[in-house]
């Protein structure tokens, strides 16, 4: 089969190529990829800014169908679309296993980077890690299941937005549209900002429901942030940019003991005001990833139509057009870049 594969360090490390078709083990599904979205620890990857097991098939947002189950298995069965959590390979036994934090288990080993993953037209995984793809969202839709589960992760289960607050969403990419609707389900008045290169994603932020969005280049902008909390501040402010500007607009905007929540990763140390978080007493929040938890509650925001993807599935390429693919992705051009192992 296809496989886009890690092979080495550097760029001309990453090949397409013929691999063996990996089959189901006892407790194991193997499922057909549809659709595998290029994320950014994906172009880390590439860029050997992310440990992997090279070699190693990359790609861990996905959504298929079931072809094949293991003996042992029996929530699945061949013709079921599934999604799968990334941590697939943990110890099972450590602080963090035994709580269900399989991101924190030191022996594990998450799908794209650890052991094989779905930039291929098969992929084989235990049947524990599986979800069924409810049956109001596409296949094309539950592709964006596991970045949705990032934004529960860090929203809902490591910070917190009650209803009613005011909620500043910094960067209108995937993720910042992700955060401002996850917020919005929780009730919160959400404001998305960004640049002028943002127009449109700003634009899309108002259609997904935001009460408003600002662009940071304006001179009046903060003013206009703070006219829109009434002088106060925000309550919650989601960092999705992963710029140290970004960062740095959050700690500002935000009111005494608000809460700053980290979504962005900046891929280089940064500078803070710390003390300015201290004097304002922050309270801060982030995740690493998603958690079986997160999966559940994605997939739920997406069946009841609380989270709408289908306008961020913006680029759909051939597996053999993976250089373009990774262009698009790299320039942020459009949203979310999904590679199609088995063609349309
Ligand atoms: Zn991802
Ligand atoms: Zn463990």
């Given at each position: 089969m296809k496989a886009l594969v890690k092979k080495f360090p550097g760029i001309e490390g990453v090949c397409l190529e013929e691999i063996e078709e990996p089959a189901a083990k006892a407790h194991e599904i193997k499922v057909k990829v549809h659709a595998a979205g290029i994320c950014g620890t994906d172009l880390h990857i590439i860029h050997d800014e992310y440990p992997c097991n090279a070699p190693v098939v990359m790609g861990h947002e996905y959504s298929g169908v079931v072809v094949e189950v293991g003996e042992?298995?029996?929530r699945f069965k061949v013709g079921n679309r599934v999604v799968s959590l990334t941590a697939v390979e943990t110890c099972g036994a450590c602080t963090y296993c035994n709580q269900?934090?399989?991101?924190?288990?030191?022996?594990r080993k998450s799908i794209g980077s650890g052991v094989d993953g779905a930039f291929a037209e098969y992929i084989v995984i235990p049947e524990k890690a599986a979800y069924k793809i409810p049956e109001s969202v596409t296949l094309d839709e539950a592709a964006l299941t596991e970045p949705l589960a990032c934004a529960v992760r860090c929203i809902m289960e490591r910070g917190r937005v009650d209803a009613g607050e005011f909620v500043f969403v910094s960067g209108p990419g995937t993720i910042g549209l992700l955060a401002l609707q996850v917020a919005k389900a929780n009730g919160a008045n959400v404001v998305v900002v960004g640049t002028s290169r943002d127009e449109k994603r700003l634009d899309l932020a108002l259609e997904l429901g935001a009460m408003a969005v600002v662009?940071?280049?304006?001179?009046?902008a903060e003013e206009q942030l703070m006219k829109l909390t009434n002088k106060k501040g925000f309550d919650v402010a989601i960092e999705c940019a992963g710029v140290s500007v970004s960062l740095h607009n959050c700690i500002h905007l935000l009111r005494k003991q608000g809460l700053l929540i980290q979504?962005?990763?900046?891929g280089k140390k940064i500078e803070v005001d710390s003390d300015l978080m201290v004097m304002k007493e922050l309270n801060y929040a982030n995740g690493f990833a998603t958690e079986p938890t997160s999966w559940e509650v994605a997939l739920r925001l997406l069946e009841y139509k609380h989270v709408d993807v289908s306008r961020l599935l913006s680029n759909k390429l051939s597996i053999d057009n993976w250089k373009e693919a990774v262009r698009l992705a790299e320039q942020k051009i459009g949203y979310k870049t999904l590679l199609l192992p088995n063609g349309e």
């Open positions: 042992e298995v029996d269900g934090l399989l991101m924190l288990c030191n022996e662009n940071m280049e304006d001179q009046d979504m962005g990763l900046f």
